[in-house]
Structures are given as structure tokens and as C-alpha cells.
Nanobody, 118 residues
Framework: QVQLVESGGGLVQAGGSLRLSCAASGSIKSLNVMGWYRQTPGKQREFVASITNGGTTNYADSMKGRFTISRDNAKNTVYLQMSSLKPEDTAVYYC????????????WGQGTQVTVSS
């Protein structure tokens, strides 16, 4: 089992910045991916960004240039630095920890609310 604890959400004005953190603990596989997704009411959860344990990153097109994902493998923690925030970035942001090498090794955090006011 892996536990994920997210932090860093909150209320920010448009144009501002926030940094989200997600710390993983438990029986962590060395080869893994950590990512961020977001969801608004009535919509499907959407991909934001991901990063492998080797540092390879992937971003949704709409987040490129504004969001930066990073991780500290020693702390099993992933970060999402969000800049130039827009009201449409308002959502619950979820951390995901998974590995394509292992069946059912796929964990989600509880979510953290990000609200961007205009």
C-alpha cells in the first residue's frame, strides 16, 4: 500500500502562483510515475502533468509554460509549481502515484482545492 498526502492548495488571485506538494509513503516501487490531475464539478478528471522517477516530464498542452512538475526522490515527493493562474484553473487537484510495471499499483491522493479568483 502507498499513501499520498497532498498540500499547498488554496485561494489565489488570477495571475498568481501556488505550489502543490504530494508526499508518498509506504511500500513504494522504485520505478514509478508521479502525476497531477484535476477535476471540476460535472467534468471528468483531466491530466495535468507527470514525472518519472528518472525525471522525464509530460504536460497537458494547456499547462505547458505555466506549470512545472518536479520531484525529490529522496523524499518521495512531487511538486507542481503553478504560475500565471487563471480562473479556469480552479479545480480539485489530485496526486497520482503509479507504475506501468505492476498491476494494481496505482494510488491517488485525497485532492486539494485550488481556487483562482478573477
Amino acid at each position: 500500500q502507498v499513501q499520498l498526502v497532498e498540500s499547498g492548495g488554496g485561494l489565489v488571485q488570477a495571475g498568481g502562483s501556488l505550489r502543490l506538494s504530494c508526499a508518498a509513503s509506504g511500500s513504494i516501487k522504485s520505478l514509478n510515475v508521479m502525476g497531477w490531475y484535476r477535476q471540476t464539478p460535472g467534468k471528468q478528471r483531466e491530466f495535468v502533468a507527470s514525472i518519472t522517477n528518472g525525471g522525464t516530464t509530460n504536460y497537458a498542452d494547456s499547462m505547458k509554460g505555466r506549470f512545472t512538475i518536479s520531484r525529490d526522490n529522496a523524499k518521495n515527493t512531487v511538486y507542481l509549481q503553478m504560475s500565471s493562474l487563471k480562473p479556469e484553473d480552479t479545480a480539485v487537484y489530485y496526486c497520482r502515484h503509479y507504475s506501468g510495471l505492476y498491476d494494481r499499483y496505482d494510488y491517488w491522493g485525497q485532492g486539494t482545492q485550488v481556487t483562482v479568483s478573477s
